[in-house]
Structure formats: structure tokens, C-alpha cells
């Protein structure tokens, strides 16, 4: 006789399934490639979009809520907000040096002002 196997389906909750659906909903973004990045099939994505639509979608009733390993990396966020962080240390980094430069040039101009002043001072004193 067959052998039935107990098998494990993954069941998400519904921070998570609300969050696939929000990501796959940018302009521009495919739902295919919200699916793969989240390592889910694309049917069950379209599935929570159409529930998500209808007012249905739910989190599944025999979820069990488990604490998240330290190891586990974490939830994957909004891209964009991402991009926008990213953006945001990318333009601290270049302000600094931009600073940096700002009062290296007026550093200059005010030494180059003072061998001016210097070299008409020392061409009257010769001159006299």
C-alpha cells in the first residue's frame, strides 16, 4: 500500500502576505519578480492580491507564531524606502569631503590674499 507523507506547507502571516502585496503593487514593479524574491509562487501572489482586493485577505488560522531565530534574516522592507536610505548616507558622504573642500578654498584665497599683501608691502618698504 501508498505511503501518505505529512507535508509542511509554509503559511505566512498577514503583516507578511499585506507586504507582498504592497510591494508588488508599485508602478512599475512585476508581480513575478515580487514572487521570486520572496521565494513564493506567483499563483499565491495573485491570490493575496485578489483577496487583499475583496477585503478577504486573513492571516491562516493555524499559524503558529514562532520567535524568530537570531540567525533568520529579517523582513524584507519596501525597496524604495530602502533606495531612500541609501540615497540619504550617500548624499552624508558627500557632503562632508564637499565641506572639507569649501574651507580648503577659502583657506587658499585667504593665503594668497596675504602673499599679495606681503609682497606690496615688501615692494614699498624697497621702494622707499
Do not use: C
Amino acid at each position: 500500500m501508498g505511503q501518505t507523507r505529512n507535508r509542511k506547507y509554509d503559511r505566512y502571516t498577514l503583516a507578511y502576505k499585506l507586504q507582498a502585496v504592497k510591494l508588488s503593487n508599485h508602478p512599475g514593479v512585476k508581480a513575478t519578480a515580487v514572487a521570486e524574491s520572496l521565494g513564493i509562487h506567483v499563483v499565491v501572489l495573485y491570490r493575496w492580491q485578489t483577496e487583499h482586493r475583496r477585503g478577504e485577505l486573513g492571516a491562516n488560522i493555524q499559524l503558529k507564531v514562532e520567535k524568530r531565530s537570531p540567525k533568520r534574516r529579517p523582513d524584507r522592507a519596501d525597496p524604495l524606502i530602502e533606495k531612500q536610505e541609501e540615497l540619504d548616507i550617500a548624499l552624508k558622504r558627500i557632503k562632508l569631503p564637499e565641506r572639507e573642500l569649501a574651507s580648503s578654498q577659502n583657506e587658499l584665497d585667504l593665503l594668497k590674499k596675504a602673499e599679495r599683501f606681503f609682497a606690496e608691502k615688501r615692494r614699498k618698504a624697497s621702494s622707499k
